[in-house]
């Protein structure tokens, strides 16, 4: 598995959890860019954000805007997502993607070449 998604879980609305997807060091180096995507039952998959090593860097769809925050640390060759004032509607299977995307595919599937496994993040009461 060249990328291991984790951090999910059971949250109650209001709610926070912070997700991580490490990759090794080869794979690291070789993109440019990682992106959070989300599927929920019976739904399409979903960008949810992403973090390019050049400019524009950060982009996040307007859903999670102002409550999801990306961010990496290179030293761990890990990539996070912190979400904060988690909905209902945010529960889904989140996949963490890598590659090297450009402006214009950084929000979609086919800018990326790596895929983790997934993790399930639920939100209920």
């Known amino acids: 598995v060249q990328l291991q998604a984790s951090g999910g879980g059971l949250v109650q609305p209001g709610g926070s959890l912070r997700l991580s997807c490490s990759a090794s060091?080869?794979?690291?180096?070789?993109?440019?860019?990682m992106g959070w995507f989300r599927q929920a039952p019976g739904k399409e998959r979903e960008f949810v954000s992403a973090?390019?090593?050049?400019?524009?860097?950060?982009v996040y769809a307007d859903s999670v805007r102002g409550r999801f925050t990306i961010s990496r640390d290179n030293a761990k060759n890990t990539v996070y997502l912190q979400m904060n004032s988690l909905k209902p509607e945010d529960t889904a299977v989140y996949y963490c993607?890598?590659?090297?995307?450009?402006?214009?595919?950084?929000?979609?599937?086919?800018?990326?070449?790596?895929w983790g496994q997934g993790t399930l993040v639920t939100v209920s009461s």
């Open positions: 973090i390019r090593w050049s400019s524009p860097s950060i």
């Open positions: 993607a890598g590659g090297r995307p450009i402006t214009s595919s950084i929000r979609s599937e086919r800018g990326y070449t790596t």
């Open positions: 060091r080869s794979v690291f180096s070789s993109i440019n860019g």
